[in-house]
């Protein structure tokens, strides 16, 4: 199985983004209630690719650790997402979300508490919307904090044959005058992704009707 | 933004401020209400009615002027805007009333009520066609010549990239790439392609263009890539840029390490191609001073053999006259003398078979059959502390040799042979069939062809290299003073060049010697060997008369007195001229022509062509002791000619002509 086996179209490509960027819009608006400043999340881009290939491609971008929040979904489409920051940027986001008045030993001590919480608020908005604007329904496990390279988080090892496809969407975050960056990736297998592709077409077909 | 009415004077500044800033129209969606404003700017965009702008129309309008092919994905987008997303920022094609296609940046808000439910969507249109354009020029200008664009800017972790410079890299294509990715696809040892400002500052980049040796992050292979660019200084930060270009010079790379490394081989080339050259020039030195000597050789046995005729000659003739009961020791004296002479007559004869001027009389030849003849010869000859093997087989080819000539050379050979083995040892005839295909490491030498390989191996002391290089060499030996003439092998050598055929000898010191000739294979058909008339002494009648020619008084006297003494009559000339003369004479019958081949004026040769035309059918016998061209092609007699080789002996003159006249 490969990210050849099975694309989005451009309009796929295109419905999905939107769909991700309501979710993330949502969440924007929940963390600004959470966080009571301004926050503004955008997703540019987003791309399926091979599980070794996403795994390859973060460490081609991002030289050093990554930490992860990870959250399992189930559903007509079901698989992993994960929430990634390179580590650099992890404190940065703790000190974003709780306002920067916080010693660097507090900072430290609800990093993990903040991370998944943050990542929490995110991938549920995401999820939450794709299963509401695709009109059905998800069930999500609670998130996990996850730290180490590219090929940890994707469960990439020498020798591993299974090679599941990964939704892959870079997601910018502006709090605080702070400019974070991070990724949002979906890993499904390729049922899940067939039944997500299915989905997109009755959503485009609704949206769009028939006047091209 | 444009609100519905009133108009206010604020609202008018602000088209203003918009318009001047490029904006080419503003809109506010109303998502609630299902209806859009706009301004005057977006009304003239899509050829609406500026008044409706403040009233509101219908939605769907929004979509009218957008390029059919962009408003697909624009409804997707718009979509999520009335789903809730908050950040709109699309390009897409509105297609003016007048049919002209402009290029628009589309950019909005989402705007949502405090249950987090959109109400409003507004925005505003910029034109970015020229910048569409310039984009499309950049795109199409990079993949169309591979060449990828970065930007870098001093004191960032990571850099502003292309796709195509991606792509050059074997990187997942992206806008910025982290410097240390881009370098990490260098090789080691090669600088790295953005060098880190904090190292070395902006001397660390220079010089801007270079190449750098890469390993392709996707498909591994190697690649070498070439960066050109310039630094901008930014005079307010005393920072800078580093913006440049990137594009594969692989092709070129390999065309130069090819270059390269055809002129670093270039010198090796050179001195092999001298030292074939300096072999071919030895090996043509060798055979020009072969030549030079044989000819030389050829000529002094020339005259030697006019000597050697009156010598044994008169030996003989004093001999008979002396008859039986002469005195013993005048006798033994005259013996003694004519062994002395005969053993002359010998030498000149390998003077002569190794300048390969000695007259051959090639005849079809078993070369198996000859060697079992010499079986006993061979015997004789080697000593019984040497095994002899003489091995042949069943199909070998037919030759045409002088049967003589090669035994004499096999007996040579073997002689050889035995004096490499002072302690005995093992000698190997062999013969064999050989093809030899034409090959360009074939020895200019050496004809293509079919051939008889007669090998003579012994498992003696060998041969130094360079006395390998000198074997053939006339008067070369390696014997004691007395032991050899050093003629063997030169005449060896004379006999299978005139044959046809070439020699190979292959040895090593204390590893034995093996000589190897080859003669060419005769053509099938003509095998048949004849058998060797018997020689007898007969005597001739007064009712013959021959016709002797010879330059050489002492020749001629002799000549004449044995025929005479034979019984015929003779009549004799002192050249061509006079022969011609005696001819013309109208006299009696001249049965048969007994000329010298090489006198000076006319030759024995053109003498026959010319009595024949006077005296048809008039029989000649040439003598001769250096026959060179004047009656042999390519070293053999001419077919139908008959020749006695000088130094003769009464036996041996008496036989030939009493053999040409009873023909």
Redesign the interface.
Known sequence: MSADAISLT??ET??L???V??G???A??NLRKMVGAHV?L?IPAIEV?SQR?AA??IS????TQLVAIRQDFDGPFSGRALLIFPESNSLELVRAVTGGDLSPQEVLDIEEDTLAETGNVILNSCLA?MAN?LQRSLTMTIPEVLRGDGAKLFDVWEGSNSDGLVLFLYIDFAVRERDIRGYIAMLMDLPSLTALKTLLGEF?ER??GD?? | MAEPPPVDPTAERLRAVLAAAGASGTWDWDIRGGRLYFDERFAELYGLNPADGHTGVRTGIFFSAIH?ED???M???V??IV?????FSKEFRVQSPDGTVRWMHGRGQ?H?DEH?EPLRFTGLLIDVTERKRTEERLRIAQSAGGVGTFEYVDGF?TATVSTEFCKLLG??P?H???V??INGVVCDGHPPIIPDAEQHGVSGIEPLHGEFRILR?DDGSERWVARRGEIVRESETNGYRFIGVLYDVTAAKVAEARLQELNDTLEARVREEVVERQQAENALRQAQKMEAVGQLTGGIAHDFNNLLTIIIGNIDTVSRRLGAGGDPRARRSLENAQKGAERAASLTQRLLAFSRLQPLEPKPTDVARLLAGMSDLLTRSISEAISIQVRTPPDLWGIEVDPHQLENAILNLAVNARDAMPRGGALTIRADNITIKAAPSLPSYVVPGAYVEVAVTDTGIGMAPDTMAKVFDPFFTTKEVGKGTGLGLSMVYGFVKQSGGHVEIRSELGAGTTICIFLPRLAAGSEHTAEEPAITAELGRRSETILVVEDDDDVRVYTVEILQELGYRVIEAADGEAALRALNSGDTAIHLLLTDVVMPGMSGSELADRARVLRPGLKVLFTSGYTRDAIMRDGRLEPGLDLLPKPFTYVSLAAKVRALLDR
């Open positions: 451009e309009l295109d419905a983004t939107e769909i960027n309501i993330v819009s949502r924007a608006s503004l955008s690719v290939r390859r491609l081609e971008r991002e030289i919307t604007m485009i949206i769009v006047d091209g | 059919s408003r697909a994905r409804k997707i987008a979509a999520g789903g809730g997303a908050e950040r989402g949502l987090d972790a990187l997942h992206t910025a790439l982290p240390r990715t992050r």
